[in-house]
């Protein structure tokens, strides 16, 4: 599988970005398609994801309520309400394990390079 993602830039605080994710290769209808984040000197974060077959999402609670995450062919995260703190590398990665749910980079592989987002006061 491969991950290209595109969209990120610079926005003012309480903003809007959205990021887009092209899949390419054989993705199968229990793998998740998700986003993570990496700030400097800050573990990368698991931010939400969404299940290819079914279209199940699942969100970090640190982004619910303000971020969205949809796919047709691509994978696309829309953000709303953006804040400072969500200044990051976003990058699109995918999940192959059915069992568990998405919930750390450990889950994830096939990594895009990624998209910086940064979030002004």
């Known amino acids: 599988v491969h991950l290209v993602e595109r969209g990120g830039g610079l926005v003012q605080s309480g903003g809007s970005l959205r990021l887009s994710c092209t899949v390419s290769g054989r993705i199968f209808s229990f793998y998740w398609i998700g986003w993570l984040r990496q700030a400097p000197g800050i573990e990368r974060e698991f931010v939400a994801a969404v299940r290819w077959g079914d279209n199940i999402t699942y969100y970090a609670d640190s982004v619910k309520g303000r971020f969205t995450i949809s796919r047709d062919n691509d994978v696309y995260l829309q953000m709303n309400s953006l804040k400072p703190e969500d200044t990051a590398v976003y990058h699109c990665?995918?999940?192959?394990?059915?069992?568990?749910?998405?919930?750390?980079?450990?889950?994830?592989?096939?990594w895009g390079q990624g998209t910086q987002v940064t979030v002004s006061r």
């Open positions: 990665a995918v999940k192959t394990t059915y069992w568990t749910w998405p919930s750390t980079q450990a889950d994830f592989g096939s």
